[in-house]
T-cell receptor, first 108, second 114 residues
């Protein structure tokens, strides 16, 4: 059965800190790994990773995929209170299989 | 704004009733997905349609059904509702299949069954 596991389950940091969120996956016929940010409503798309070792960056966020170890990380540098959210990782084949998410709280 | 529109935003109904949730995908997207999100289960895949045809099925109950119409909007029908069906129901759309292009989510319909 497909499985996506995220760690930690929750995290509290101070503004300016750097955080690393982890995602391991076991997804049959895996095609890509996606990261989403969910605040109050819809998950919003952050990154889609298909190749190992190639870092994707968007501002203070970056992510990388290791297809050998079946693992991905999401880094957020210089965190801000607006980064407080649930971060979801999903393994993709013909559907997205989501992890339970990491709850990030950034304190000012 | 993702461009995916879901209606209604909220639904409150009684056990045993039937409801219909509606989704309009982003312009140009052919794939529509339905997900259920509850506190103890996270985001659970229900069903996917591509250009009007069912493509993949997940943990969708027999009491639930969906379809995608020629104009690409989709409806999720939930019948014989139970208390445990209370959840946030998301629709998402993508240009291609989930592995090849990202899904973009609507704001969801919050269903409360009393």
């Amino acid at each position: 059965e497909d499985k996506v596991v995220q760690s930690p389950l929750s995290l509290v940091v101070h503004e300016g800190d750097t955080v690393t969120l982890n995602c391991s996956y076991e997804v049959t016929n895996f095609r890509s790994l996606l990261w989403y940010k969910q605040e109050k409503k819809a998950p919003t798309f952050l990154f889609m990773l298909t190749s190992s070792g190639i870092e994707k960056k968007s501002g203070r966020l970056s992510s990388i995929l290791d297809k050998k170890e079946l693992f991905s990380i999401l880094n957020i540098t210089a965190t801000q209170t607006g980064d407080s959210a649930v971060y979801l990782c999903a393994g993709a084949r013909n559907k997205l299989v989501f992890g339970a998410g990491t709850i990030l709280r950034v304190k000012s | 704004d993702s461009g995916v529109t879901q209606t209604p935003k909220h639904l409150i109904t009684a056990t045993g009733q039937r409801v219909t949730l509606r989704c309009s995908p982003r312009s140009g997207d052919l794939s529509v997905y339905w997900y259920q999100q509850s506190l103890d289960q996270g985001l659970q895949f229900l069903i996917q349609y591509y250009n009007g045809e069912e493509r993949a099925k997940g943990n969708i109950l027999e009491r639930f059904s969906a379809q995608q119409f020629p104009d690409l909007h989709s409806e999720l029908n939930l019948s014989s509702l139970e208390l445990g069906d209370s959840a946030l129901y998301f629709c998402a759309s993508s240009v291609e299949g989930a592995g090849n292009s990202p899904l973009h989510f609507g704001n969801g319909t919050r269903l409360t069954v009393t």
